[in-house]
């Protein structure tokens, strides 16, 4: 029977658990599997640990994000958190009960080292019916966010708690069918995983092809000449900075400055304005009066995405005597001065819009003098190996971060040619990266496809 064509449905009153006419019509949920509760196949995992209670211990702390899933957020003394946290053990998932209509749940896997999650998580382990991931992906979906926002209906603030979540119901196919439906899911992925590969198979060429335009420099892997002894001996006066991992690499800067076919500078000897972002905690929505503030991982892949923004108080960017001494201009160059990766520390992007934006503490900000250097060009080198091998050589490690300081930034030296020549490159740059653009787009159009595809196999 189509109840759409039906001016009046009923329904027993005894069946009615909420009483909302749009979360009785979508607690209807329709698949080709049983439609069951999630309280018969979850473990509500409520252990928590005082962590402050071993204050000199280091502690790898676990985050969510609706990009990544879970991941290790970073590194904290036990003496740093005063609150005590959730245990969480691999194939276990964790959710934020304010952002779950977002899509913040993770799954817990080997990957990830942390072993603690901030209280404000909800988490739960799977009994031996279900698979921890089908369940994760089954979470993410388009439809079971639907769900989940029909299920809190009425409050200003939608929360999903775990006694909320354990009434849903959804569809449970047997452990073979789980599989089936996560191979085929994962034999897509492979595919979104091969092209975006060869978009950065594709870039990496075009990026060494316009570094030989500007240095000789290649990189090679250098076998020590004294690598079969224990000890190796160096020169006090030659020491710059008292740090074993630095001494041993530093002739790389010199190869590399060698290597410049044209005139060069120090970032600290361009014309400029440098000043660090606010360290003034952000919102997750935006209110009356507020900016977005762009953070560390807004900077992506040489470009800013500008999804998955935090916002803060106009008033908090300016200050009496400087009207806009943190908001960004057009053409400012940002770079990542602290990351959990050595990989993406000291990566960068060139901001380009008419919009008010802020910035966080984790960035810094450079306004070139144009006539010296154009910051696109920069921002190009800045993906290159004649700088990432310098970002190498100085970055430091601590606390489970990898960090630049300005002056170590500063000291980064790249070549600079006329301002015509900068401009070209940046022209033959931005012709030629479309070529490994339709590899992402690809990837991105494969992605989207598993993930549909896994819905229409769990939910008609």
Known sequence: MNSEKKLLSTTLFSSITQWDVKQFFFSKVASNYPVEK?????????????????PDDDFIILGVSNKVGM???GIEKGKKIKQKYHIIKDDWIAYNPYRINVGSIGLKTSAQKGGYISPAYVVFSCKDTVLPEYIWLMMKSAFFNKLIKDSTTGSVRQTLRYDKLAELKAPIPSIEEQKRILREYHST?????????????????????????????????????????VLQTVSFSSVNRWEVGYTLKEGILEEINKSFTCPSLAISEIPQESLFGLSIKASETQEDGMIPMLRMSNIVNGEIDYNELKYLPY????????KDKWLLKDGDFLVVRTNGSKDLVGKAATFHSDDTYTYASYLIRYRFDTSVVLPEYVNILFRTTIVRDQIAVMRRQGGGQYNLNSDEIGAIRIPVPSISEQQAII???????????????????????????FEKNVFL
């Open 38 to 54: 999630l309280g018969k196949h979850l473990i509500h995992q409520t252990t928590k640990i005082q962590l402050s209670d071993y």
């Open 71 to 73: 991941f290790d957020a």
């Open 189 to 229: 992925l492979e595919e979104a995983e091969k092209n975006r590969q060869y978009g950065d198979d594709f870039g990496a060429n075009l990026l060494l092809d316009i570094q030989s335009e500007v240095s000789s420099y290649t990189r090679k892997s250098k076998k020590k000449d004294n690598e079969s002894s």
């Open 315 to 322: 008033e908090c960017a300016v200050t009496d005597k400087d």
């Open 427 to 453: 022209d033959r740059f931005n012709a030629t990266k479309d070529g490994a653009r339709k590899y992402y787009e690809q990837s991105k159009a494969l992605t989207i496809q598993a993930e549909t595809n």
